[in-house]
């Protein structure tokens, strides 16, 4: 199994494009979460999905949208970057069936300049 | 929301000493408390976990204690070794989403 992944690794993207970040997993779990992770702010939650078809706003949603396109895929899209979504993007899957361990990807290295 | 707070934010030792990183959370309703260790370059990896019903784990050099009443928990590094060098993450788990609330972060680094 590869886990989870994301692509891609880095992005350098100009103020006002738009980029969209992918994320899979073949756990065939349930739940999926994208989170950004700035120094010193540890890991802040952006939008998670509970479920294929539903998905909700974390702590700081703001700039972006997500797609859970099925069981397996969770996107997430910044419609016009500013450079204070500089930062480093995980996403993250879970089986609450088993445990409430979070699984996380690589991580995607997004600048905006 | 939850609020949790991590401390501290870096933390030096030499080899062989213990480490130990505290954090504290203010929702009494919380019942599930990992440990995330986040090694340069790559994604947190769970490395212990406790829930409500404990008060203590432990794994081979690793243990996390719980203090339920005072709302704070530990984690506990005995023994470091170079490769315990990393950032290390505590979470609580808060909600019906199984969401996770992340303290701010602990940078270890063991020195030789």
């Known amino acids: 199994n590869a886990g989870v992944t994301q692509t891609p690794k880095f992005q350098v993207l100009k103020t006002g494009q738009s980029m969209t970040l992918q994320c899979a997993q073949d756990?065939?779990?349930?739940?999926m979460y994208w989170y950004r992770q700035d120094p010193g702010m540890g890991l802040r939650l952006i939008y998670y999905?509970?479920?294929?078809?539903?998905?909700d706003k974390g702590e700081v949603p703001n700039g972006y949208n997500v797609s859970r396109l099925n069981k397996r895929e969770f996107s997430l899209r910044l419609e016009s970057a500013a450079p204070s979504q500089t930062s480093v993007y995980f996403c993250?899957?879970?089986?609450?069936?088993?445990?409430?361990?979070?699984?996380f990807g690589p991580g995607t290295r997004l600048t905006v300049t | 929301g939850e609020n949790v707070e991590q401390h501290p934010s870096t933390l030096s030792v030499q080899e062989g000493d213990s480490a130990v990183i505290k954090c504290t959370y203010s929702d009494s309703a919380s019942n599930y408390f990992p440990w995330y260790k986040q090694e340069l370059g790559k994604g947190p990896q769970l490395i212990i976990d406790i829930r409500s019903n404990v008060g203590e784990k432990k794994d081979q050099r690793i243990a996390v204690t719980l203090n339920k009443t005072a709302k704070h928990f530990s984690l506990h590094i005995t023994e470091t070794q170079p490769e315990d060098s990393a950032v290390y993450f505590c979470?609580?788990?808060?909600?019906?989403?199984?969401?996770?609330?992340f303290g701010t972060g602990t940078r270890l680094q063991v020195t030789l």
């Open positions: 999905s509970a479920s294929e078809g539903t998905t």
């Open positions: 756990m065939n779990h349930n739940s």
């Open positions: 979470a609580v788990l808060t909600g019906t989403a199984s969401k996770l609330t």
């Open positions: 993250a899957s879970i089986s609450k069936e088993l445990t409430y361990e979070q699984y």
